[in-house]
């Protein structure tokens, strides 16, 4: 009993005979489930019944070979000839080498490969070749899965990269300010403890902080003092043993206390067990790590979050080369925590940080000039943006390069004014605002934008560590809901408020019905106007969420004006975009306007809303707006005559997803 080759049968047959099957069997020969294809002359081939397969029989006859399903063949049965080998045959099974010889032909003028054939005495002798051919397609068959599986897992990780980074690089560009920070692990360093020490050389220290790898955006170490050689910082993911962040520190940006790593983005993709390698590099010299004082034997350090998308960051001593492979792309970042944090005025005044994004200058009477010198940045940077803010006082200000590098000319800010500064920074530059004036002044600073040069790939940095993860199950994530086309969410700063049944006079009909309340993380009246028998309220609504969709900001108008409730949105620039299809006809000074107007025997221009996500996005302002009057007017006296056109709006409007739905 063997299983032999079958490429040398083409040459005893070079013209191959014709393969026939009966019609009846067609269908169920090709619907590609397993089959074991035995010479009809073989004994006891009934024994290969049990095998998990459907037998079939081939009749070699000088005219050609026919195969047949069924034990006994059926008088005049008409037949049908074969275009192509049939794909489930697991094996072929006959009692000599030659004995399908023409059928071994027929398949391989097909071009596809020929199934292995089984040489046996009978069909009970073959049963143990067909196990184990059957144990090596299997095995096959479930590597050639756990690849798709990767494949599939990679490139739904891809996919989610693309999408936190494109919500990111919004956020960046609008001038948004991303979430704060929200620290998941933070362990107090021992200061009595001796030093972890690592040097050049040694394997890198593996700290499992029991956090998974999603949404983490900042590494920081705590050094007990200064470092004499370099500092190399992994995170990977435990399962799949992939780096998904990576920094190499010189000794001379290694002082002694907290440093802060920060990720590009933060970390998305599926959710796997966070590890954290930290080595020493160079010739010399080493890093002297604190001890976390509840775990000796690993070092002090912390991981914050951000939710996917949250920003994008140009980070300070960040390997590129291990950022998936990949050079830093040339789109606009956030400039590192560190450049704001490493401001520092000269001449007269206070500089303090208000936030991680936002320090505040205070200027004193008479004060004349000054100078804020931005703290260090990356490298690789083309040209830098820098947004000022005057709170309070006039002054003017201008922004240069140095040492002898452009510079723009003075501008004058007025209280309450907002304005870009931007110049071109070469690799050794660094960015000096300049200010003069004489009456105090309070001088808020935003975080810089930077925009990155077009850079080479750069050298290979430490080699990335990957773990035996050989036996590790690769399981895809669930599909995510599709979400459809731009401006749908991408990132959400912070989970939407629980919706609040609401009850007495801002019931809407649904007290007993909590999904048919919208939610929302915050609510501002920027804007407030009236006169007799009108009201117009300007309102954002931050992270509106119903019924499966989110919004991450909306600003639109409501208003009454006699027994009329109104909604206005606009498209124009500074308006987050509110509708997939804009349903406005209208136009004026400030741009394109649709106004929907409740009155009390119909609803004006609510036909123009396209059905889908526009008509959820009206319903669920509908929904929330007695809560947002509610929360804007809360102390107002003329807060019953809004509460009621919120009211109305809401049992007007809420039912239009239900009839969209009907």
């Given at each position: 009993?063997?299983?032999?080759?079958?490429?040398?049968?083409?040459?005893?047959?070079?013209?191959?005979?014709?393969?026939?099957?009966?019609?009846?069997?067609?269908?169920?020969?090709?619907?590609?489930?397993?089959?074991?294809?035995?010479?009809?002359?073989?004994?006891?081939?009934?024994?290969?019944?049990?095998?998990?397969?459907?037998?079939?029989?081939?009749?070699?006859?000088?005219?050609?070979?026919?195969?047949?399903?069924?034990?006994?063949?059926?008088?005049?049965?008409?037949?049908?000839?074969?275009?192509?080998?049939?794909?489930?045959?697991?094996?072929?099974?006959?009692?000599?080498?030659?004995?399908?010889?023409?059928?071994?032909?027929?398949?391989?003028?097909?071009?596809?490969?020929?199934?292995?054939?089984?040489?046996?005495?009978?069909?009970?002798?073959?049963?143990?070749?067909?196990?184990?051919?059957?144990?090596?397609?299997?095995?096959?068959?479930?590597?050639?899965?756990?690849?798709?599986?990767?494949?599939?897992?990679?490139?739904?990780?891809?996919?989610?990269?693309?999408?936190?980074?494109?919500?990111?690089?919004?956020?960046?560009?609008?001038?948004?300010?991303?979430?704060?920070?929200?620290?998941?692990?933070?362990?107090?360093?021992?200061?009595?403890?001796?030093?972890?020490?690592?040097?050049?050389?040694?394997?890198?220290?593996?700290?499992?902080?029991?956090?998974?790898?999603?949404?983490?955006?900042?590494?920081?170490?705590?050094?007990?003092?200064?470092?004499?050689?370099?500092?190399?910082?992994?995170?990977?993911?435990?399962?799949?043993?992939?780096?998904?962040?990576?920094?190499?520190?010189?000794?001379?940006?290694?002082?002694?206390?907290?440093?802060?790593?920060?990720?590009?983005?933060?970390?998305?993709?599926?959710?796997?067990?966070?590890?954290?390698?930290?080595?020493?590099?160079?010739?010399?010299?080493?890093?002297?790590?604190?001890?976390?004082?509840?775990?000796?034997?690993?070092?002090?350090?912390?991981?914050?979050?951000?939710?996917?998308?949250?920003?994008?960051?140009?980070?300070?001593?960040?390997?590129?080369?291990?950022?998936?492979?990949?050079?830093?792309?040339?789109?606009?970042?956030?400039?590192?925590?560190?450049?704001?944090?490493?401001?520092?005025?000269?001449?007269?005044?206070?500089?303090?940080?208000?936030?991680?994004?936002?320090?505040?200058?205070?200027?004193?009477?008479?004060?004349?000039?000054?100078?804020?010198?931005?703290?260090?940045?990356?490298?690789?940077?083309a040209a830098l943006r820098w947004d000022l803010e005057l709170e309070a006082g006039l002054l003017e200000a201008r922004l240069a390069v140095e040492p002898a590098g452009p510079m723009t000319e003075w501008r004058l800010l007025a209280p309450g004014e907002a304005r870009p500064f931007a110049l071109p920074i070469g690799p050794d530059g660094s960015a000096v605002l300049e200010l003069r004036g004489a009456d105090p002044a309070s001088l808020v600073l935003r975080q810089p934008v930077v925009f990155p040069a077009r850079m080479d790939r750069a050298e290979a940095g430490i080699v990335p560590v990957r773990l035996d993860l050989a036996?590790?199950?690769?399981?895809?994530?669930?599909?995510?809901?599709?979400?459809?086309?731009?401006?749908?969410?991408?990132?959400?700063?912070?989970?939407?408020?629980?919706?609040?049944?609401?009850?007495?006079?801002?019931?809407?009909?649904?007290?007993?019905?909590?999904?048919?309340?919208?939610?929302?993380?915050?609510?501002?009246?920027?804007?407030?106007?009236?006169?007799?028998?009108?009201?117009?309220?300007?309102?954002?609504?931050?992270?509106?969420?119903?019924?499966?969709?989110?919004?991450?900001?909306?600003?639109?108008?409501?208003?009454?004006?006699?027994?009329?409730?109104?909604?206005?949105?606009?498209?124009?620039?500074?308006?987050?975009?509110?509708?997939?299809?804009?349903?406005?006809?209208?136009?004026?000074?400030?741009?394109?306007?649709?106004?929907?107007?409740?009155?009390?025997?119909?609803?004006?221009?609510?036909?123009?809303?396209?059905?889908?996500?526009?008509?959820?996005?009206?319903?669920?302002?509908?929904?929330?707006?007695?809560?947002?009057?509610?929360?804007?007017?809360?102390?107002?006296?003329?807060?019953?005559?809004?509460?009621?056109?919120?009211?109305?709006?809401?049992?007007?409007?809420?039912?239009?997803?239900?009839?969209?739905?009907?």
């Amino acid at each position: 009993m063997t299983a032999s080759s079958s490429a040398p049968f083409a040459a005893h047959h070079s013209v191959p005979l014709g393969v026939r099957v009966a019609r009846p069997d067609l269908a169920t020969l090709m619907d590609a489930q397993p089959v074991i294809l035995v010479d009809a002359r073989l004994p006891d081939a009934v024994a290969l019944h049990g095998a998990g397969a459907r037998l079939c029989r081939a009749v070699v006859s000088p005219a050609g070979v026919t195969l047949r399903l069924s034990h006994a063949a059926v008088p005049d049965q008409e037949t049908v000839t074969l275009d192509h080998a049939p794909s489930g045959v697991l094996a072929l099974v006959a009692q000599t080498p030659r004995s399908l010889a023409p059928l071994q032909a027929w398949w391989a003028a097909q071009g596809v490969p020929v199934p292995p054939l089984i040489v046996a005495e009978s069909g009970l002798a073959a049963l143990p070749a067909l196990l184990g051919l059957s144990l090596a397609q299997a095995t096959e068959a479930l590597l050639q899965v756990a690849a798709l599986e990767a494949q599939l897992v990679a490139l739904r990780s891809e996919g989610e990269e693309l999408r936190g980074a494109v919500a990111a690089l919004l956020t960046t560009l609008g001038g948004h300010p991303p979430p704060t920070l929200e620290m998941r692990l933070q362990t107090a360093p021992d200061p009595a403890a001796p030093a972890l020490l690592l040097q050049p050389g040694d394997p890198p220290i593996v700290v499992e902080p029991g956090l998974p790898t999603s949404g983490a955006s900042q590494l920081s170490l705590h050094l007990q003092r200064p470092a004499t050689a370099g500092l190399a910082a992994q995170l990977v993911a435990a399962e799949t043993g992939r780096v998904l962040a990576a920094w190499r520190v010189p000794a001379a940006a290694l002082p002694g206390g907290w440093i802060h790593l920060e990720t590009p983005e933060p970390l998305a993709g599926r959710a796997q067990t966070l590890l954290v390698l930290v080595a020493a590099e160079g010739a010399e010299g080493s890093v002297a790590l604190s001890r976390a004082a509840d775990a000796a034997a690993d070092p002090a350090l912390a991981v914050a979050v951000l939710p996917p998308g949250a920003r994008l960051v140009q980070p300070l001593h960040f390997d590129w080369e291990s950022w998936h492979g990949d050079a830093p792309p040339g789109i606009p970042r956030l400039a590192p925590a560190a450049a704001l944090a490493g401001a520092r005025l000269e001449g007269p005044g206070t500089l303090v940080a208000t936030s991680a994004r936002a320090s505040l200058a205070e200027l004193p009477e008479g004060w004349d000039q000054a100078r804020i010198v931005l703290g260090p940045l990356p490298e690789g940077i083309a040209a830098l943006r820098w947004d000022l803010e005057l709170e309070a006082g006039l002054l003017e200000a201008r922004l240069a390069v140095e040492p002898a590098g452009p510079m723009t000319e003075w501008r004058l800010l007025a209280p309450g004014e907002a304005r870009p500064f931007a110049l071109p920074i070469g690799p050794d530059g660094s960015a000096v605002l300049e200010l003069r004036g004489a009456d105090p002044a309070s001088l808020v600073l935003r975080q810089p934008v930077v925009f990155p040069a077009r850079m080479d790939r750069a050298e290979a940095g430490i080699v990335p560590v990957r773990l035996d993860l050989a036996d590790a199950p690769l399981r895809a994530p669930p599909l995510r809901a599709i979400e459809g086309t731009y401006p749908r969410e991408a990132a959400v700063p912070a989970e939407p408020r629980a919706p609040a049944l609401q009850t007495g006079a801002e019931a809407t009909g649904t007290d007993d019905d909590a999904e048919r309340v919208a939610g929302y993380t915050e609510v501002v009246l920027d804007a407030r106007q009236r006169g007799t028998d009108w009201e117009l309220l300007d309102l954002r609504v931050r992270d509106l969420a119903w019924r499966g969709e989110r919004w991450r900001e909306l600003k639109f108008k409501f208003g009454i004006a006699g027994s009329n409730a109104v909604l206005e949105f606009r498209r124009a620039p500074s308006w987050p975009r509110a509708f997939e299809t804009w349903p406005g006809t209208e136009s004026d000074a400030y741009g394109d306007k649709f106004v929907l107007v409740v009155e009390p025997e119909r609803v004006v221009g609510l036909d123009r809303i396209a059905l889908g996500r526009d008509t959820t996005l009206v319903a669920a302002i509908a929904v929330a707006m007695p809560r947002i009057v509610a929360e804007v007017l809360i102390e107002e006296e003329e807060a019953p005559a809004c509460a009621a056109a919120a009211t109305e709006i809401a049992a007007r409007l809420a039912g239009l997803a239900d009839a969209e739905a009907a």
